[in-house]
Each structure stands twice: as C-alpha cells, then as structure tokens.
C-alpha cells in the first residue's frame, strides 16, 4: 500500500504563497498519474491539478490556473504544488493522490491544512 503525507500547508494573509509537498512511499510512484485535490468546508473534495508520469504536461482546474504550479520528483518520490497570489477561498484542507478519471484512487493521507486570511 502506498502512503502518501502531504505537508506545507498553513496560515497565510491573501496574496501570499505557499509550497505543498507530497512524499509517497511503499507504491511506484513514478507509473501514476498524480494530482493535487481539495476540500473546503461543506465541500466536495476536487480536483485541481494534475501532472503526467513524467511531468510533460500538466492541467489545472479554472479556479487555480495561472496562480498554481505542480510538479514532481519521480526520484524523491514526491510532488509538489506551488501556490502563489493565495486567495480566501483556497481556503481547504489539500491532499495528493494517484489520478485515475479525474479522481482519487486508493487510500487518502491526512491532507494539509491551507488557510488564507487577512
């Protein structure tokens, strides 16, 4: 079973930046498709951004593009999401997964929390 932890989340004013980090362990990494999701309070979990098995291409949902960045590190066996010009309703808990038709596959890690708030 892979286990994925994702880190870098936190308390940041609007228009700040932040980078999250996603390590995977106990899977092959480097074989998935992988994406970065989110939930915000009374929310549905989605999608924001995806990045191919070798990184060289990448998509990112409307609400994010222009302001996220994703990348990964095949030989770390770690991801990455690049956050820039925050905004309050990137408000969320954000997690990492394997990206299978657009959603997660197999078990979630606890996520890191991501709050932007003047």
């Known amino acids: 079973q892979e286990q994925l932890v994702e880190s870098g989340g936190g308390l940041v004013q609007p228009g700040g930046s932040l980078r999250l980090s996603c390590a995977a362990s106990g899977g092959t990494f480097s074989t998935y498709i992988m994406g970065w999701f989110r939930q915000a309070p009374g929310k549905e979990r989605e999608l924001i951004a995806t990045?191919?098995?070798?990184?060289?291409?990448?998509w990112f949902a409307d609400s994010v593009k222009g302001r996220f960045t994703i990348s990964r590190d095949n030989a770390d066996t770690t991801m990455y999401l690049q956050i820039d010009n925050l905004k309050p309703e990137d408000t969320a808990v954000y997690y990492c997964n394997r990206v299978i038709n657009r959603s997660g596959f197999g078990f979630w890690g606890q996520g890191t929390q991501v709050t932007v708030s003047s």
């Open positions: 990045i191919t098995r070798n990184g060289d291409s990448t």
